[in-house]
Nanobody, 121 residues
Framework: QVQLVESGGGLVQAGGSLRLSCAASGSIVSIKDMGWYRQAPGKQRELVAA???????NYADSVKGRFTISRDNAKNTVYLQMTSLKPEDTAVYYC???????????????WGQGTQVTVSS
């Protein structure tokens, strides 16, 4: 019924930029929080950035000042603009959305399949 599809990952040099997109599709009634997580080899998945339906954002300390999260509610899409990328940003980035799907009484958390971001030295 609902799926999240990420795009925009790739391989870049340190100091470069990437813009990730995540589009939610399907029978969606409403979307509350949306966010980006990442998981590097040998590490746990961590929250990178999140944005509420009202536009309130929060970021991991490691990306503050470099990454910007935004959303387009009309398109059910969340973006992550990444600048000044560092090798330690290398990870699989996952999109997450807390949303209510049509036909369900309660909201739930949905995940994308992930997109690889690799930053070379």
């Amino acid at each position: 019924q609902v799926q999240l599809v990420e795009s925009g990952g790739g391989l870049v040099q340190a100091g470069g930029s990437l813009r990730l997109s995540c589009a939610a599709s399907g029978s969606i009634v409403s979307i509350k929080d949306m966010g980006w997580y990442r998981q590097a080899p040998g590490k746990q998945r961590e929250l990178v950035a999140a944005i509420t339906s009202g536009g309130t954002t929060n970021y991991a300390d490691s990306v503050k000042g470099r990454f910007t999260i935004s959303r387009d509610n009309a398109k059910n899409t969340v973006y992550l603009q990444m600048t000044s990328l560092k090798p330690e940003d290398t990870a699989v980035y996952y999109c997450n959305a807390n949303l209510q799907a049509r036909g369900y009484y309660y909201g739930d958390s949905y995940w994308g399949q992930g997109t690889q971001v690799t930053v070379s030295s």
